[in-house]
């Protein structure tokens, strides 16, 4: 081990030791916690009946953010790794250090192992559900790192509270007491006002613990002067916990508060420095580069070297810093199936840690189907960079949230896409008159476009739909159309409605982002259903007519499923990305931005098509449904004449214009006094509006360790001593001339 990573690993003990070391939240099945001083505060204690569970407890007040360390964080982005790397650590003392490298490999063998057996038990007696694949590697890991903090996150909570709440050693406050009748340590205690806390930085509860407060809180009732336990959450609490808490008779408060996690820049110093920590480097074998993607950008991911999952919205020179939306979306799992192996995997792994509780997510699940960028901010930390949030709605806690990789990465991509390309460029066209002008060429090489067009293909199949004469809606509109064949040619396009955005300057809040459903009667020359080319028979009164009456009963509902239909979430979240890009567009014409390199330079290969695709294979699928049509209406006229009923319908989705209505300060702050606050803390724990979960993450130009470090001190610069030492050195020369002179000028003999 070198000198220098040495001391740096001892730096960091000690760091972590003054961080978290006097507090403890040991399970109740542990061993006796080493009861340490509280810190003593100044002045004059709480008044008790203001602290949670007094008789007037004071307001909370807002969300404050505490720090922690997490020893494993060095290890994000590791790659698998091989047969023999496994095997070697299976024999290496530091396997049992979380932590560790070879912890890690130790845990990834057993969680194998592990699914091993339980395979072959179901082969041998397949009864029930068979069990779910491994997890992948890059998943494990993920969900591995986060709970070996699980402890100083803890631990770090309780200290935020203490210093919160000043509950100091002087007035009577002991961590880790003992009530010997149930058998459980409590996080804060004071005997004398008979108030005990229960510390929680998650929002579940251990069901054990909870049978002991039960018994505790059981045993007081009826009491003159009953001992009080209260649970203090740095998150409101899930919905079982807190019925679980209420069933029990167990008041809570909610001490508002975010946790930040802190990468110790390496491993943990081994207890006796009994071995050396090989320089193995941290991921990409580089060593940690301050907790972000490298320089340079990923160098994998997509089919044609696209961004990775946790790469949002990072510019080829800049670094992904951690942050709740990097980690959250590439945590979640790809499908229903994974996303429950990786639930499991994460109760797994906290309850090995000692707190059951954190395998709970503080928001419940997220529907990333709903995902969508919502607010984007150009920022400046020694160097240009970029702070953003993504909105998506909630899930209910028992739900699965899965997909968080995908729609992240499609919301980026496009993003990208609208800064590179022309906004000439941003239209497609459904036209079985026009083949040849289907797409861009460039554009056509994008998910981006890949989603315009299959929107278009899907605009039509919801016509069908609404227009179905099997449903009371359709059958009331065929019955109300006009004419002898009762025919309906039209052009339908989706384009941008008016976004509603707060632009602050610095900061862009997409408020809302519409979509807008245009239509106009024309007559297509190519032979549709049954070899009729539109509707060119039809007399132009009933024309008129047909026209109208569908604008009025189906168009309104073809603009509502535009908007709101799950088959259009895509279309959705790259048409927010537009208005995010646009922002940045504009604000690059008058200054220089974090992205203004990149505009209009026409180069999409970082961000091609992660799916495999064609514009012709979509325009194929489009003609077959119009020549085929996706239902045949059949209607016998007085005259007895068999009539095929068609509707004609093409399009397109034009995304070369936007327009905005911009909020006034004050209007915003009316509106949306909240949003503010939710998307800055975003940036580092998921955080809630209503029924959105809102994750953020942010950019920058260099290591995010070195972007937000705090200023050198002066003392650990050389020049320092040799400037404080300057004037020292000055006055001594100055006065030993002095001397020297008086000496000198001195008569013989005067000083006998």
């Known amino acids: 081990m070198s000198g220098r990573r040495r001391v740096r690993t001892l730096l960091v003990a000690v760091t972590l030791a003054a961080l978290c070391g006097p507090f403890g939240l040991a399970g109740s099945g542990a061993a006796a916690p080493k009861p340490v001083p509280l810190p003593s505060f100044d002045g004059p204690a709480p008044d008790p009946e203001t602290l949670p569970g007094g008789s007037r407890p004071a307001p909370m007040g807002k969300k404050q953010t505490y720090e922690y360390q997490n020893p494993a964080e060095w290890l994000r982005g590791r790659a698998q790794p091989k047969a023999h790397e496994v095997a070697a650590a299976m024999l290496d003392k530091r396997a049992t250090i979380p932590g560790f490298w070879q912890h890690a490999l130790k845990r990834w063998q057993d969680y194998q192992r592990d699914k091993a057996k339980e395979l072959n038990k179901y082969l041998d007696n397949p009864v029930g559900d068979r069990p779910s694949p491994v997890a992948p590697w890059d998943k494990w890991l993920r969900r591995y790192i986060p709970n070996q903090g699980n402890d100083n996150q803890g631990k770090a909570f ?72 209260v649970y203090l959450f740095a998150v409101p609490p899930s919905k079982k916990s807190t019925r679980l808490l209420k069933e029990a008779g167990i008041d809570y408060v909610v001490v508002p508060a975010q946790k930040k996690v802190i990468d110790t820049g390496g491993p943990p110093v081994d207890p006796g420095d009994q071995f050396e920590t090989p320089d193995d480097g941290g991921p990409n074998g580089n060593g940690p580069d301050g907790g972000g993607t490298p320089n340079g950008g990923p160098q994998a991911g997509g ?87 993504f909105k998506a709605d909630a899930l209910p806690a028992q739900e699965q949230s899965f997909g968080g990789r995908r729609a992240a990465q499609l919301a980026s991509d496009s993003f990208f896409v609208w800064l590179e390309l022309p906004p000439s460029a941003f239209t497609v066209n459904l036209n079985p008159d026009e083949p040849d002008r289907i797409i861009d060429e460039e554009f056509g090489r994008t998910d981006a476009g890949r989603v315009l067009l299959e929107a278009d293909l899907a605009m039509k199949k919801s016509v069908a739909k609404f227009i179905h004469p099997d449903k009371p809606g359709g059958r009331k509109f065929w019955d109300s ?93 790259v048409y927010a990305s537009r208005v995010a890009a646009e922002w940045f567009r504009k604000r690059s014409a008058h200054k220089h931005t974090a992205y203004s390199d990149l505009i209009g330079k026409g180069d999409i290969n970082r961000w091609a098509s992660r799916e495999k695709w064609t514009p012709r294979d979509v325009f194929d699928r489009y003609v077959q449904s119009y020549k085929n049509g996706e239902f045949k209406v059949k209607r016998t006229t007085t005259k007895g004449n068999l009539i095929y009923t068609n509707t004609y319908v093409y399009g397109g989705v034009d995304f070369t214009r936007i327009s905005q209505n911009r909020l006034s300060s004050a209007t915003f702050a009316k509106e949306h006094a909240e949003l503010k606050a939710t998307a800055h803390d975003a940036l580092n724990a998921p955080s809630a509006e209503g029924s959105d979960v809102w994750l953020g993450g942010q950019t920058t130009a260099i290591p995010y360790a070195e972007a937000f470090a705090g200023p050198e001190p002066a003392t650990s610069k050389r020049l320092f001593y040799v400037l404080g030492a300057a004037p020292l050195t000055a006055w001594l020369v100055t006065g030993g001339v002095l001397w020297w002179r008086r000496r000198t000028d001195a008569p013989t003999g005067a000083a006998q």
């Open 481 to 573: 159309l006009r004419g002898e064949t009762k025919c309906v040619s039209m052009r339908q396009w989706i384009v941008p409605g008016t976004a509603t955005v707060r632009d602050n300057g610095d900061e862009l809040y997409i408020l809302d982002a519409p979509l807008q459903v245009k239509m106009e009667s024309e007559v297509i020359k190519t032979p549709g259903v049954g070899g009729n080319t539109g509707c060119g028979q039809q007399d132009e009164a009933s024309t008129r007519h047909n026209e109208a009456l569908y604008r009025t009963t189906i168009l309104p509902q073809v603009q509502n499923a535009v908007n709101t239909a799950p088959e259009y979430a895509d279309l959705r979240r």
């Open 303 to 389: 089919p044609h070297g696209g961004a990775t999952a946790d790469d949002t919205l990072r510019a080829p020179e800049q670094y992904q810093a951690p942050a709740a939306a990097p980690a959250e979306i590439a945590d979640s799992g790809d499908t229903p199936e994974q996303a429950a192996e990786l639930r499991q995997v994460d109760k797994q792994l906290a309850a090995e840690s000692g707190h059951p509780e954190l395998a709970q997510d503080d928001l419940g699940g997220v529907d990333f189907s709903t995902l969508e960028l919502r607010y984007v901010s150009d920022t400046y930390h020694n160097g240009s960079g970029v702070q953003y949030a």
């Open 158 to 229: 309780v200290q935020h509270v203490v210093e919160r709440l000043r509950l100091g050693a002087n007035h009577g406050w002991q961590t880790e007491l003992n009530v010997p009748e149930v058998n459980r340590y409590y996080d804060l205690a004071n005997v004398k006002l008979g108030l005990y806390y229960e510390l929680k930085s998650g929002s579940g509860i251990s069901e054990k613990e909870l049978a002991r407060d039960r018994a505790f809180v059981e045993a007081e009732r009826g009491k003159p002067d009953p001992r009080r336990l």
